[in-house]
């Protein structure tokens, strides 16, 4: 890591430990799906084709250009294109984008194959408030022509459900990405245990949802909100590698 400059180093860092925190809390998928992060020369870093999520470390990032060409591969795996074409087009259209994060997981597929979509039901999911972008299915992503539909349909948001595919969110910051995603995935899985109660649902009034969905930003933008909840998630990493050395 010495051989890099401070802002790609903390870019690096943080987007591994976004990696392992994804693996940490169950939603990966294999080595399906992907973090890209923006770097500030115009470069990308991703995850190598063949590594599990929890394998990715800051020296084993795949370098790509804007197209998706590898520029520095120390795994020699290359990358997934299909991965790249979604992050490629969000990156492309939204030059404040740090960080795009796509995952697969059961709770958020499940809740992407519902008509209704999200439902405001829960704290969780009211930040979503008229706040989340929708994207039709159309195959496995190796079409570069649906880049521009990806970029259209995501608008100026955070926080994207691909129909019957799964969840996608962005950040200005590899932490704010991943904070987001967990929301957003918490907020399937809540949904889902509701409705498989069979019990009546309380949805909360517009009004309310646009009340907390402010809170929520007013408090991404605040001193105390992204950042030191960011810190807070990869002291868990920290604290999970000191428990296995003790062990």
């Known amino acids: 890591m010495s051989g890099y ?14 990696y392992r925190l994804v693996a940490l809390d169950g939603m990966d998928d294999g080595i399906s ?20 999520f929890d394998e990715v470390r800051e020296d084993n990032l795949v370098t790509v250009n804007a197209a998706g060409e590898v520029l520095d591969d120390p ?3 290359g990358i997934n294109p299909a991965g790249f074409t979604i992050h490629s087009a969000l990156h492309a259209a939204r030059p404040e984008v740090e960080c795009v994060l796509h995952t697969h997981t059961v709770a958020g597929v499940a809740l992407s194959c519902l008509e209704e979509g999200l439902l405001p039901l829960n704290q969780w999911a009211l930040q979503f408030h008229d706040r ?27 926080a994207m459900i691909l129909r019957q595919h799964g969840l996608l969110t962005c950040g200005r910051s ?17 949904q ?32 105390a909100g992204i950042d030191r909840a960011w810190q807070a998630e990869r002291r868990r990493l920290v604290d999970r590698s000191s428990d296995l050395q003790a062990s």
């Open 174 to 190: 590899v932490g704010e990405a991943f904070l987001v995603m967990r929301d957003l995935e918490r907020s399937c899985q809540a």
């Open 75 to 77: 795994t020699g795996l």
């Open 33 to 52: 799906t992907h973090i890209s992060a923006r770097l500030s020369d115009g470069r990308f870093l991703l995850n190598a084709l063949g590594l599990r």
């Open 192 to 223: 889902l245990a509701a409705q498989a109660t069979g019990r009546p649902l309380r949805l909360a009034s517009p009004e309310m949802a646009e009340h907390v969905a402010r809170q929520y930003e007013a408090w991404a933008d605040s001193p």
């Open 132 to 158: 989340l972008a929708y994207h039709d299915y159309e195959g496995i992503a190796l079409d570069l022509d649906e880049r521009e539909r990806l970029a259209v349909d995501l608008g100026p948001h955070q």
């Open 5 to 18: 400059r401070p802002d790609e180093r903390a870019v690096r860092r943080d987007l591994a430990a976004a």
